[in-house]
Every structure is written in C-alpha cells, then in structure tokens.
T-cell receptor
C-alpha cells in the first residue's frame, strides 16, 4: 500500500458527461500528480500541483482541469467526455517539487466512457 | 518520435533466467532515470532510481545508465514468477519551469516468468 488513496475505483459514464476523480496524497507529501494510462499512449503525465499551486503541465486537454485543496487532496475534473477518454487515471504524490523525488502512485481510477 | 522508447514485449522467460529490459531516449535534458514495476490492476511502484551513468545494484536487480548512448537497462537475475509484471522506465529532468516533477514514461514491457 503506497499510502495514496483514489476514489472511485471504477467509473462508468456516457459521452458528454462530466466526472470528478479524487486523490488523497501520502501524509506529509505536498506534490500531487495526475497521470493517464491507456493501451495506445501508455502512462502520460497530465499535471502537477505543489502545496495548492499548479507547477507543471503535460498534454492535458482543455476539457480536463484539476485543483489541489488546502488539505492537499486533489481532484481531477473531466468534462464533455469522449470515448477516447476511457483509461486508467493515476494519482501520485511526493514530498517535494522535483522529478528526482520518489513518486508514490495510488491504485488508480478506471474510467469507461460508453 | 517519442521521447522515450521501450519495447513492449511481451517477454516470457523460465524461472531462474536473466532478464534484460531496455529503454532509449532522445531528450538530453533527462537526468533522473527510474524503473517502475506495475502488477496487474495496481499502480506503478518504484523499483530502481539512478541519476548518473554506470550501474546500480539492489539485490537481484541492476540498473544501468549510459548517457552518451541515451540508453538505460534493467537486469533481473534469477527471475521468479513473482517478478511477472509490467516494467516501465521513466525519466525526469531538473529544468523547473513547466517540467518540475514531470516524469516521461516508456510504453512498458510485459514480463512473464514461468515456473
């Protein structure tokens, strides 16, 4: 158990809908990362927050947004969902900012868009 | 062309075999090199971390980095059925700016070790 929790574990929804994925980092970790894993694209970095502020951004779609709250938990919002958004979404956390820090991954949320 | 290339396999070996997993990369700014292991239906977990060219050993695992060739490897000695998983290489840099904690992953290699 990495200490990172994600809810829900599974999500089934329809095209055009909006969903929110939630992540609680390990105790003491200030950075939260979101990654998307699909068969064709592999594991791709979406966005990083550090102590409430956005710090790094990958190829995150405009339909996707995230935030980190004062208690350090984070939410990833996916809107106007398309079939291609079906994937595993992982949250990870680390103590600091840098990519040399160990990132601890949660169990993931499996999203299926029908 | 992807920044990090990894042969997805699958790779199937008998128990006790030596396994070699490899990644190549194109971005010279990468300074931190990791190997993650991902069991089915689980999140990735860090296996090995290196930041300089050369070898790093941890039990049955050896990570090798050759920055001049932009090539990294993971060797598993005396492989066990419990090593069956997907192995992902990952790389990061310290450029800050828009990169900070961003890791770039390879596609992952699916490994099966048969008893």
């Amino acid at each position: 158990d990495s200490g990172v929790t994600q809810t829900p574990k599974h999500l089934i929804t329809a095209t055009g809908q909006r969903v929110t994925l939630r992540c609680s980092p390990r105790s003491g970790d200030l950075s939260v990362y979101w990654y998307q894993q699909s068969l064709d694209q592999g594991l791709q970095f979406l966005i990083q927050y550090y102590n409430g502020e956005e710090r790094a951004k990958g190829n995150i779609l405009e339909r996707f947004s995230a935030q980190q709250f004062p208690d350090l938990h984070s939410e990833l919002n996916l809107s106007s969902l398309e079939l291609g958004d079906s994937a595993l979404y992982f949250c990870a956390s680390s103590v600091g900012l840098s990519s040399q820090e160990t990132q601890y991954f949660g169990p993931g949320t499996r999203l299926l868009v029908l | 062309q992807k920044e990090v290339e990894q042969d997805p396999g699958p790779l199937s070996v008998p128990e006790g075999a030596i396994v070699s997993l490899n990644c190549t990369y194109s971005n010279s700014a990468f300074q931190y090199f990791m190997w993650y292991r991902q069991y089915s239906r689980k999140g990735p977990e860090l296996l090995m971390y290196t930041y300089s060219s050369g070898n790093k050993e941890d039990g049955r695992f050896t990570a090798q980095v050759d920055k001049s060739s932009k090539y990294i490897s993971l060797f598993i000695r005396d492989s066990q059925p419990s090593d069956s998983a997907t192995y992902l290489c990952a790389m990061g840099n310290n450029a800050g700016g828009t990169s900070y904690g961003k890791l770039t992953f390879g596609q992952g290699t699916i490994l099966t070790v048969h008893p």
